[in-house]
């Protein structure tokens, strides 16, 4: 079956850096994506890692481990508008053009 | 209009009610998708395009007239289908991320 572990919930400060870990067992896998959420609106793309590494994009970055199966999503200089959930996801068939497998999100909240 | 648009945004039916949800890509896009976002729960699929999935109750039903465009058809729903229902489409161009783009949804509350 396909399984995405993410945790449900993180607190963080303003101004810290946090790190949000997914781990992953699907039966295939074709790249691994990172969504914001913020509630009420629709999931907004922030990183695609296919290959190990790291790749930074201003305040946020995505690590990828194939071999672990795990990822994480860094932001640093947190704001309170980073306050939202944040969606692992991966594609498991080979093909491009495929629907995600999502994970339950986990819920961040930036406090003062 | 620009990105993924989704009508109605909020929806209240009855459970012997039809009602349809629309949504349209103004993305150039090649493929749509339906997800079902609960509580609790992770977005899950619900169709690519107008492909049938046998995981989904026959209630739902997708239809794809054409690349831009994209319905769910509700038939006799239950209570436990109130859930925001999330239109998303991508590129498909070979390599590269095609990432999906998602529209606000419609929030489906069944009485």
């Known amino acids: 079956g396909q399984n995405i572990d993410q945790p449900t919930e993180m607190t963080a400060t303003e101004g810290a850096i946090v790190q949000i870990n997914c781990t992953y067992q699907t039966s295939g896998f074709n790249g691994l994506f990172w969504y914001q959420q913020h509630a009420g609106e629709a999931p907004t793309f922030l990183s695609y890692?296919?290959?190990?590494g790291l790749e930074e994009k201003g305040r946020f970055s995505s690590f990828l481990s194939r071999s672990k199966g795990y990822s994480y999503l860094l932001l640093k200089e947190l704001q309170m508008k980073d306050s939202a959930s944040y969606l692992c996801?991966?594609?498991?068939?080979?093909?491009?053009?495929?629907?995600?497998?999502f994970g339950k999100g986990t819920r961040l909240s930036v406090i003062a | 209009e620009t990105g993924v648009t989704q009508t109605p945004r909020h929806l209240v039916m009855g459970m012997t009610n039809k009602k349809s949800l629309k949504c349209e890509q103004h993305?150039?896009?090649?493929?749509m998708y339906w997800y079902k976002q609960s509580a609790k729960k992770p977005l899950e699929l619900m169709f690519e395009e107008q492909t049938e999935n046998n995981s989904v109750p026959s209630r739902f039903s997708p239809e794809c007239p054409n690349s831009s465009h994209l319905f769910l058809h509700l038939h006799t729903l239950q209570p436990e289908d109130s859930a925001l229902y999330l239109c998303a489409s991508s590129r498909g161009a070979a390599g590269g991320p095609n990432e999906q783009f998602f529209g606000p949804g419609t929030r489906l509350t069944v009485l």
């Open positions: 993305l150039g896009h090649n493929a």
């Open positions: 996801a991966v594609r498991d068939r080979p093909s491009g053009n495929t629907p995600l497998v």
């Open positions: 890692n296919v290959l190990d």
